[in-house]
């Protein structure tokens, strides 16, 4: 099973760019890599997806070395609303298992 | 569209009884996985259905069981509840295995109180 980590916090600015790092390790071939935003009392947000490499759609980018052990979520120009707790997923569409990370919660500060 | 509904919203229950809790996908999603969120913690894999079988399950014990239906809806039940079992399930749904598309989408949760 992979086991991932991430920063507990982070604190930006507005329109400042962030970029989280989550760590798995021990991927799996056939694992995806997905990123969630999470407000209090919700459930967890869609932000993008992807297996290598960079993926970009209107709200951020994904970025994923090719050991695929790290992957990077980076959001561009964070406003206040992007105030939230971020988490990365790891699992395949087979639903063996599917591992979040911890969360970091990030604070975008005015 | 409708996203992904769950049914209640807050339950409370008291310790040794049973729960049940339920969950609408997004119409054309085959695929249902089910959550357990503790409060300052990410959440954690219970279960995955498709096509009504399941296909994956967590490290849960057997108090925990659930199912698909028909129409893709699905049930959560956990029996002999524990205080431990407090928590915000989440059920996710994806268009399944054969699609070629992985991403899950959530709803917002049951609130579940045990005393």
């Known amino acids: 099973l992979a086991k991932t980590t991430q920063p507990i916090s982070m604190d930006s600015y507005e329109g400042q760019e962030v970029n989280i790092t989550c760590s798995h390790n021990?991927?799996?071939?056939?694992?995806?890599i997905t990123w969630y935003q999470q407000f209090p009392s919700q459930g967890p947000r869609f932000i993008i997806q992807?297996?290598?490499t960079k993926v970009t759609n209107e709200v951020a980018s994904l970025f994923i070395p090719a050991d695929r052990k790290s992957s990077t979520l980076s959001l561009p120009r964070v406003s206040l609303s992007d105030t939230a707790v971020y988490y990365c997923l790891v699992g395949d569409n087979y639903g063996q298992n599917f591992v979040f990370g911890p969360g970091t919660r990030l604070s975008v500060l005015p | 569209d409708a996203g992904v509904t769950q049914s209640p919203t807050h339950l409370i229950k008291t310790r040794g009884q049973h729960v049940t809790l339920r969950c609408s996908p997004i119409?054309?999603?085959?695929?249902v996985s089910w959550y357990q969120q503790v409060l300052g913690q990410g959440p954690q894999f219970i279960f995955q259905y498709y096509e009504k079988e399941e296909r994956g399950r967590g490290n849960f014990p057997d108090r925990f069981s659930a199912r698909q239906f028909p129409n893709y809806s699905s049930e959560l039940n956990v029996n002999a509840l524990l205080l431990g079992d407090s928590a915000l399930y989440l059920c996710?749904?994806?268009?399944?295995?054969?699609?070629?598309?992985?991403?899950?989408?959530f709803g917002p949760g049951t609130r579940l109180t045990v005393t």
């Open positions: 119409s054309g999603h085959k695929s």
């Open positions: 992807g297996y290598k």
């Open positions: 996710a749904s994806s268009f399944g295995q054969t699609s070629g598309r992985y991403e899950q989408y």
């Open positions: 021990n991927i799996a071939t056939n694992d995806y």
